[in-house]
């Protein structure tokens, strides 16, 4: 059993940052890929990254984050990252992360296995 415990959300205005954390308890850490999905207010759960289980980091980034959001991870803290720049208020959600027992992350919110409580992001305009 794998538990997962994110941190680092709060209110920030557009442009700002955020760096979310999750960190793993129970379980290999790095049997898992890890991924961060969020959820807006009536709205459906979707990715935003995913990382590689291994040292490799192979990263994946929806469209609306690319070149604003990194993922990283510290194998060795069980804990993995997402860092959050040029913040919009289309970013506000709750963000969650979550340990795939797999190689690869997936896009798809089912794949994964251990989730988190997640976190509150909200941006101001």
């Given at each position: 059993?794998v538990?997962?415990?994110?941190?680092?959300?709060?209110?920030?205005?557009?442009?700002?940052?955020?760096r979310?954390?999750?960190?793993?308890?129970?379980?290999?850490?790095?049997?898992?890929?890890?991924?961060?999905?969020?959820?807006?207010?009536?709205?459906?759960?979707?990715?935003?990254s995913?990382?590689?289980?291994?040292?490799?980091?192979?990263?994946?980034?929806?469209?609306?984050?690319?070149?604003?959001?990194?993922?990283?991870?510290?194998?060795?803290?069980?804990?993995?990252?997402?860092?959050m720049?040029?913040?919009?208020?289309?970013?506000?959600?709750?963000y969650?992360?979550?340990?795939?027992?797999?190689?690869?992350?997936?896009?798809?919110?089912?794949?994964?296995?251990?989730?988190?409580?997640?976190?509150?992001?909200?941006?101001?305009?």
């Open positions: 059993q538990r997962l415990v994110e941190s680092g959300g709060g209110l920030v205005q557009a442009g700002g940052s955020l979310l954390s999750c960190a793993a308890s129970g379980g290999t850490f790095s049997f898992y890929a890890m991924g961060w999905f969020r959820q807006a207010p009536g709205k459906e759960r979707d990715i935003v995913a990382i590689s289980r291994s040292g490799d980091s192979r990263t994946y980034y929806a469209d609306s984050v690319k070149g604003r959001f990194t993922i990283s991870r510290d194998n060795a803290k069980k804990t993995v990252y997402l860092e720049n040029s913040l919009k208020p289309e970013d506000t959600a709750i969650y992360c979550a340990a795939r027992m797999s190689y690869s992350g997936s896009y798809y919110y089912t794949d994964y296995d251990y989730w988190g409580q997640g976190t509150h992001v909200t941006v101001s305009s």
